[in-house]
């Protein structure tokens, strides 16, 4: 056999191999590789430095009324969003979703803290499938007296308070608490859960049954957001109000800690919360000083609202500055129903400007320490990783040049 014959034999099957490589890539194109989905989770972050807002409910607004007040503010977290005291409709659930999910289209930063009665049961209440609490279930729910009758929710209302160290009422508090996060809430805010312990005088020393139910309760809605939604959530529950001698001892399994502006604070226009006492009874139970939400809740609030606008104002501004120096963070009163508005009340700019210098204050003279700083772990931000379809392509590239080099050596062969 010639020289010639043997070389073209060799370049032909070069060539053929060439073929079958190029088909292999593209076999490798069209069969994709497998790849490991990489679980990320919510990053909730409820720290010093962030602007929150009181704005109860946010369904009073409009979405794009709401986004314009919190861009307008600054506001990064809203602050009981919606409150679960009285019975509450089904279909609120799902305008909630709504207007969560379309604030968060537009301002995807913003986190809501929902809130949620834990002592407080309206007669004639209703799971949130619609069917009614039957009188058997009631008496697995509510607090009884040594009489066998149902204990009021103080004296003026008429509602009954509920005992979580009976399972039922925890299943009944949970219901609710899980239809809040499905309706997409970041945080839950548990309103009097020491209701009892405090009639009981048992404030200082909370009784251990009821700290047991609360830390159930914290684990089994922390677990469902988790097991569903790959959340992380954040609880906290009412510390009551801040008082000349400190406050009632905070409980554990809390992430953040809020309190209220003292009612005489309010009243004489001079900063009277013993925040020496509080600090020291919350570093008894938690060995540090937790986030701390300082807000103007509603007895305080409505009295806050009878006064004159320059009093008010005035009162914000200590209120902001006492909140610098005690390094917790100022929960500014934006609006709560018909009870308060900053816009009616003539506060509005003043919150604007006060919320302004949040963020300054954190940045340049690091007045705010980050104390708790609760975020999930996220996947670091890298280059867009090499796929199966992109080696294919360099692959083929490289097999159709050394076929078309073969096929064109193969030509000089046959035609010297």
């Known amino acids: 056999m010639s020289g010639v014959k043997v070389e073209l034999m060799r370049a032909r099957t070069l060539a053929f191999s060439s073929i079958l490589l190029a088909l292999a890539v593209l076999s490798l194109i069209l069969i994709p590789l497998p790849t490991t989905a990489i679980p990320q989770t919510n990053s909730v972050d409820i720290s010093n430095g962030k602007v929150v807002s009181f704005y109860e409910s946010i369904l009073d607004s409009s979405i794009d009324g709401m986004i314009r007040v919190l861009s307008d503010t600054g506001t990064e977290i809203v602050f009981r969003g919606y ?37 407080a049961f309206n007669p004639g209440d209703y799971w949130p499938n619609g069917t009614r609490v039957s009188a058997e279930q009631l008496k697995q729910i509510l607090w009884l007296l040594p009489s066998g009758a149902f204990a009021h929710h103080y004296e003026d209302l008429d509602m009954y308070v509920m005992d979580i160290t009976k399972p039922l009422a925890r299943q009944f508090i949970l219901a609710y608490a899980y239809k809040l996060v499905d309706a997409g809430f970041d945080s839950l805010w548990f309103d009097e859960v ?18 047991a139910a609360w830390h159930q309760m914290v684990a089994a809605v922390k677990d469902y957001a988790l097991t569903k939604y790959n959340k992380t959530l954040l609880v906290s529950m009412n510390g009551d109000w801040l008082k000349t001698s400190g406050a009632r001892t905070p409980w554990p399994y809390q992430d953040f800690l809020t ?95 006060l ?34 379809l992109d080696l294919g392509l360099v692959a083929l590239v490289i097999a159709m040049g050394i076929a078309l080099a073969v096929l064109k050596r193969n030509k000089k062969h046959r035609h010297p």
């Open 83 to 119: 409150f679960k005291y009285r019975s509450a409709s089904p279909s609120e659930f799902q305008q909630l979703r709504e207007t969560i999910d379309g604030v968060k289209a537009r301002l995807p930063w913003v986190q809501f803290i929902g809130g949620i009665t834990a002592s």
């Open 259 to 353: 309190v209220s502006v003292n009612l005489d604070t309010v009243k004489s226009g001079k900063m009277q919360d013993d925040w020496a006492a509080y600090k020291a009874q919350v570093k008894r139970v938690y060995g540090y000083t937790p986030t701390i939400l300082y807000f103007i809740d509603y007895t305080p609030l409505v009295a806050l609202a009878s006064q004159p606008t320059t009093a008010q104002i005035k009162l914000l501004k200590l209120f902001y500055e006492t909140s610098i120096r005690e390094q917790v963070i100022p929960v500014f009163p934006l609006h709560y129903g018909l009870t308060y508005d900053a816009k009616w009340q003539g506060t509005y700019d003043t919150i604007k400007q």
């Open 194 to 211: 020491t209701y009892i312990p405090w009639i009981l005088n048992e404030q200082d020393n909370p009784n251990p049954n009821y700290v």
């Open 355 to 388: 919320a302004g210098t949040i963020s300054t204050v954190h940045t340049l003279t690091s007045v705010y320490t980050s104390t708790t700083t609760v975020t999930t772990t996220m996947p670091a931000k890298t280059s867009p990783p090499v796929t199966a």
